[in-house]
């Protein structure tokens, strides 16, 4: 079975430009969440879906980040328009149901290492 | 907001020798974890810890979990080269839906 996937591996782009980071849950997962590790801090929460469904944005900076999950399968989180600030690894998880429930797991994907220069 | 403080930050281990890792988090949780990350990899899961006084042991590795005093340790024990990694913990309470993790451990280990 594939785990999550997360594509690219390592994005370098520009201030002010745009970037698009794409997840691939395992297959059958409805739930998918974002997190994110700035500057070699803590991992942090940024979002969590219920098929194409956002659940809770609570964590997401600021509105210069979207993330859509259409059609309930893979999900894009997009930086529009990216500063430096945002560099940092971007990791997905996904899950068959709510970990909160103590019965399911959260499987990570390798995370995408953003750079904004 | 649930806290979770996880030190040292960085660990520089020399092979053969005993080391610990603590997690401090700021308020009841039901579950906590440990993962390891090796560069460009996906954090994998190494124990789950439920109870207070639950320990798990996986070939040199060691957790603990002491849920009055909020404290896991990861103990390691004879490091060897392979187990350098980051390592992190994180914790969640029943019914919600988020991890919150500590900011990890870059463990190297040398001869």
């Known amino acids: 079975e594939a785990g999550v996937t997360q594509f690219p591996s390592h994005s370098v782009i520009e201030k002010g430009q745009t970037v698009t980071l794409r997840c691939d849950p395992i297959?059958?997962?409805?739930?998918l969440y974002w997190y994110r590790r700035v500057m070699g801090k803590e991992i942090k929460f940024l979002l969590h879906?219920?098929?194409?469904?956002?659940?809770?944005e609570s964590g997401m900076p600021n509105n210069r980040f979207l993330a859509e999950r259409t059609g309930g399968t893979y999900s894009t989180l997009k930086v529009q328009p990216a500063e430096l600030e945002d560099s940092g690894v971007y990791f997905c998880?996904?899950?068959?149901?709510?970990?909160?429930?103590?019965?399911?797991?959260?499987?990570f994907g390798p995370g995408t290492r953003l750079t904004v220069t | 907001e649930l806290k979770v403080e996880q030190n040292p930050l960085f660990l520089s281990m020399q092979e053969g020798k005993n080391y610990t890792i603590y997690c401090n988090y700021s308020?009841?949780?039901?579950?906590l974890y440990w993962y390891r990350q090796d560069p460009g990899k996906s954090l994998e899961s190494l124990f789950v810890?439920?109870?207070?006084?639950a320990v798990k042991q996986e070939g040199r590795l060691m957790a603990s979990l002491d849920t009055k005093a909020r404290l896991s340790t990861l103990h390691i024990t004879a490091a060897v080269h392979d187990l350098s990694a980051t390592y992190f913990c994180?914790?969640?309470?029943?019914?919600?839906?988020?991890?919150?993790f500590g900011a990890g451990t870059t463990v190297t280990v040398r001869a």
């Open positions: 998880a996904s899950s068959q149901g709510p970990i909160g429930s103590l019965v399911y797991e959260q499987y």
């Open positions: 297959s059958g997962h409805d739930n």
């Open positions: 879906f219920v098929k194409e469904s956002k659940q809770d």
């Open positions: 308020t009841t949780s039901d579950r």
């Open positions: 810890l439920l109870s207070n006084g």
């Open positions: 994180a914790v969640i309470r029943s019914n919600d839906y988020k991890l919150s």
